[in-house]
């Protein structure tokens, strides 16, 4: 499957004196009635789209998740997906390949048509369709065929066992749309959206969007707030933290700079609080990148080596300030499966003996010559220097002659293709909370890191393995295996793992609901006053 992605930027990069705020839960009241004040939420991400056969970016997303309702949805602070437009989903028969779903009475849409089985056929089938360059259809890819027996029935056949199939239609890419109101086969490009979610979407510009409760709405969730508008920054970081102090915005998610951050709790005294900020966990990674057919970091020594040398601890400690905690294996804590394999492996600090002892078995006497790629205009301006600080740590054992060079991201991406990079960083912000897509695009067939990579353990038995249990926590045993291979390959490095913040002005509760693994950002939670 070709695997899309949402490639992460850095996260903040200062000392912040923020209460960890967590939880678990879910409540069933179906309630959009609003009975909070109406929330100025800040963004610097971009919408790129309002129509779910278009969008794949995290502003779209969010935009799609609080309007649009998928078959289920993944319920705050939890990573397993639970129904929300469907009153109950499974696999037939115990298997992962033939799922059906049953939908809840009285579905509507916000413009009051009914919700059928024809319009959750109709959503799938046309996205499939248009299959845009930019939209979820490769998340869908495995679907063969679409059966709806009934108006509140659906049946999906699937190609191949998959049992990550609920956790990708609980996505984004799982919004069901009104087939009255979309055209089959083409992207709607008026801006507006129509679906059967907690929000109706009124008005969408360059500025801003701006939702209500949709009284329509049928589901699991209570909206707690009259009403959000999503103001959009457009990458203006500094604009933004200063809507936030100026009382412009109530909130603040995705994008505050980590200086604007410290400015903003400097401007509040202890005695009068104005500002909170909030943290939330994250199941975003970043991982250094090998190029197994690299004639230098080609060699398992090498890689090997490097392995041994990384400080994890010192890159989230100096250059993100705590904002990121060290990841030693390709799934993120959190995430069922995650083990520890790269401690096992190589320690969790460095170990100039036994990289020498690595460089030496790979017959490699003198420093060797590196160098290491970065491209801030995508993952921010901390990724320069958290490269730079690899390469010291690399240099300052006396084995390495390593440099760094930065490229634009698009640039970067046209070489990292061409096979030009033989260490470069990448980043990866899940698509749904499953060990599966931190694995499987990684490590299975044309995966999306373009770093020649294969093993066939791991594309043979593993990967389809795993993707047919659909029990995932009976599939721990094979991720625990495949984890321990990567790290004795070592294709690739991981590095940390981010978190979640948002930054919100007195009064605003419920922000701690909205930070989770799943990377849904529930406006319902948030309410005012």
Not at 81 to 102: H, L, M, N, W
Not at 236 to 247: H, I, N, V
Not at 281 to 299: I, Y
Request: proline letters at 6%; one cysteine or more; a negative charge.
């Amino acid at each position: 499957m070709k695997a899309h992605n949402k490639w992460l930027t850095a996260p903040l990069a200062a000392g912040l004196a923020a209460a960890m705020l967590s939880g678990c839960g879910e409540e069933k009241s179906g309630d959009a009635g609003g009975s909070g004040g109406s929330v100025i939420v800040g963004m610097s991400d971009e919408v790129l789209a309002t129509d779910p056969a278009a969008g794949y970016d995290p502003g779209s997303w969010l935009l799609f998740n609080n309007v649009f309702q998928s078959l289920l949805s993944f319920p705050k602070g939890a990573s397993v997906p639970q129904p929300e437009a469907a009153d109950k989903c499974g696999f037939d028969q115990g298997g992962s390949k033939v799922y059906r779903c049953t939908l809840r009475d009285g579905l509507k849409f916000s413009n009051g048509n009914p919700l059928t089985s024809k319009d959750v056929k109709f959503s799938f089938e046309r996205a499939l369709k248009i299959n845009d360059p930019t939209g979820p259809a490769p998340l869908l890819s495995t679907i063969d065929k679409i059966d709806t027996p009934d108006d509140k029935t659906v049946v999906f056949t699937l190609k191949v066992p998959d049992a990550t199939f609920p956790s990708k239609i609980a996505s984004g890419a799982g919004s069901i749309v009104d087939h009255r109101e979309y055209k089959d086969g083409e992207l709607r490009e008026d801006g507006k959206a129509v679906g059967s979610g907690p929000y109706k979407l009124d008005s969408f510009s360059d500025g801003e969007a701006v939702f209500s409760p949709n009284p329509d709405y049928r589901g699991t969730v209570k909206v707690k707030n009259g009403g959000v508008t999503l103001k959009l920054f457009h990458g203006d970081r500094k604009a933004l933290g200063t809507a936030l102090q100026k009382g412009e915005v109530d909130v603040a998610y995705r994008g505050l700079a980590a200086a604007d951050i410290a400015g903003i709790e400097a401007s509040s005294t202890s005695s009068e609080r104005e500002i909170e900020v909030v943290e939330g966990s994250s199941a975003e990674v970043q991982h250094l990148v090998f190029n197994v057919d690299d004639p230098v970091v080609g060699k398992l020594g090498v890689r090997k080596a490097i392995a041994y040398l990384v400080d994890r601890d010192a890159l989230v400690n100096d250059i993100y300030r705590s904002t990121a905690t060290p990841l030693y294996s390709i799934i993120p804590a959190g995430v069922v499966g995650h083990n520890t394999a790269f401690v096992n492996e190589y320690g969790d600090e460095p170990q100039p003996e036994k990289a020498a002892q690595a460089l030496r078995s790979a017959g490699i006497d003198g420093k060797v010559k590196l160098t290491l790629w970065s491209t801030p205009s995508r993952y921010g301006p901390s990724t320069d220097e958290e490269l730079k600080a690899i390469a010291k740590q690399l240099n300052d054992s006396k084995l390495f002659d390593a440099t760094v060079k930065s490229v634009e991201f698009e640039q970067y991406e046209k070489d990292i293709k061409a096979g030009k990079y033989g260490v470069y960083v990448k980043g990866w912000v899940p698509d749904y909370p499953d060990p599966d897509n931190f694995t499987q695009p990684f490590f299975g067939e044309g995966n999306v890191l373009n770093n020649n990579y294969e093993n066939s353990k791991i594309t043979g038995t593993l990967v389809p393995r795993t993707a047919a249990t659909a029990d995932r926590t009976a599939a721990e045993e094979d991720f625990g295996k495949l984890q321990d291979l990567v790290a004795k390959d070592v294709p690739i490095l991981p590095l940390w793992q981010g978190k979640q913040y948002a930054v919100a002005r007195d009064g605003i509760t419920g922000l701690e609901w909205t930070l989770d693994a799943s990377t849904v950002f529930r406006f319902w939670e948030i309410k005012k006053g």
